[in-house]
């Protein structure tokens, strides 16, 4: 299976050396906006249209800003190049969905990097949940504490309208696993704030959250935890007990090795776009509640 990367940045980096690690996967071609190449070993491509031209790529790592996702998501599809996509699939609810209709109609294989969900811990916890090993979930509390340098905030990073906000760029994959445990969301309200930088986007979020099972849940995550990070974790109350777990878990490998598995086998990867939409239409209403101090039901 041949691989073309899209984006060469934080991301995309990470993405070329776990393929390196996976059998039966060749980064063939990659591509970013910067002139790079020979910096990276595959072929650099200078034109994104050579990306879609070219006859010998199976499948793309999208890495590039958000803002920018959704046009390259529909060409690559229109293409039949299977996709897999750093989070979120898109900054509008309305052209992620249109890029999953796209998908399908041309059978296309898309999937959405949530690498949480591969956190063993976590796959523990909603596995015990599910099962009813644990008991009914009556109280969550994500907690995520890390630190940005205001140097970190460049480009994108700091404008909200282009994917920056703590809620888009960072929390949204807190959300993915409080909605993935706890199941669907009935209802947020939220304070979305810019307390620890100055800068164009929101640096710190807290919400609550009501689930249509009546349990109930609260995200606090910011980016202010001076000088370093605090780390990140969840805690559960349940029934039957309670349960606090670390949700730390930077690794892309396992991501990637389930969606080349996914392309190979033809079956659907652990996050698929349809899943990767209900966290991103949490966080857009958390946005919203934030903005007009009402609950938002969703």
Known sequence: MKVAIIGLGH???KHLEAYREIENAQVALVHDSRNLKGVYGPEFMYYFKDILLSNEIDAVSLCTPSIVRSNYCIDLAKRNRHILVEKPLSLAVDDAQTIIDICHENSVILAVVMQKRFNPDIQKLCGEVRAQTFGKPLIASMQVR????????QGWKQETDQGGSILINQAIHHIDILQWIMGPV???YGHVKTLGHKINTSDSVVATFEFENEAIATLEASTIAYPQNA??????LSEWGHRTIDTAWPHHEPVIRNFVECVRERKQPMVTGEESLKSLKIALAIQESSDTGKEIFL
């Open 146 to 153: 890390w630190y940005r340098p205001t140097s970190y905030y």
């Open 231 to 236: 780390g990140e974790s969840l805690t559960i």
């Open 11 to 13: 991301a995309g980096k």
């Open 186 to 188: 009935r209802s947020v």
